[in-house]
């Protein structure tokens, strides 16, 4: 219990929007990342080439995702689950880490610019971009797939992108506090 109160801490965002807002929120986003009406020309093919009924399953679980990661308090292993989930999706789709990444880009100016039309303080929106940040930092790692442990040379170079990461993400996160 005390590991789940302490991650509720970690990652907790202020509640700025209802349950109603968010789903509108979410709901318009997927679709327009995967109409990719706001994606580069050279992301918005990998949307295209995913099968019907495939890629409504991909924006369901999308949308269930990023309504999760925008709940106030999150559950980590659960957060956790999901994350890999959706991952797994996406590599099923062969959707490469680069749209993912822009995608996420894309949708923290999206609730960012809604966070910002509620007129809420400057200090409640800091703690809701920073936590928001975080969160999607969070997520992507949480997302990245696991090199097979038969291949040593991915293995490595896993390693080797997982260190990366790692810095990347606190470096950002430093910055994100000031």
């Not at 994350?83 to 996420?104: D, T």
Request: aromatic share 10%.
């Amino acid at each position: 219990m005390a590991s789940q109160t302490k991650s509720a801490e970690t990652w907790s965002l202020p509640r700025i929007f209802s349950t109603g807002q968010i789903v509108l929120m979410v709901d318009t986003f997927v679709d327009e990342i995967h109409a990719s009406t706001c994606l580069n020309p050279r992301y918005a093919a990998a949307v295209r080439n995913i099968p019907a009924e495939k890629f409504q399953h991909l924006q369901k679980i999308l949308k269930e995702h990023l309504e999760y990661l925008l709940d106030p308090v999150l559950d980590e292993s659960e957060w956790r689950r999901n994350a890999q989930m959706l991952g797994q999706e996406y590599s099923l789709c062969e959707i490469s880490e680069p749209w993912i990444a822009e995608s996420y880009r894309l949708f923290l100016r999206h609730a960012t610019a809604e966070a910002v039309s509620l007129k809420i303080s400057g200090e409640e929106y800091e703690e809701y971009y920073s936590g928001l940040i975080g969160r999607l930092f969070q997520d992507l790692s949480m997302q990245a797939k696991i090199p097979s442990l038969t291949d040593f040379e991915s293995f490595e170079s896993g390693i080797g992108e997982s260190t990366q990461a790692n810095a990347l993400y606190r470096a950002l996160m430093g910055a994100a506090e000031l």
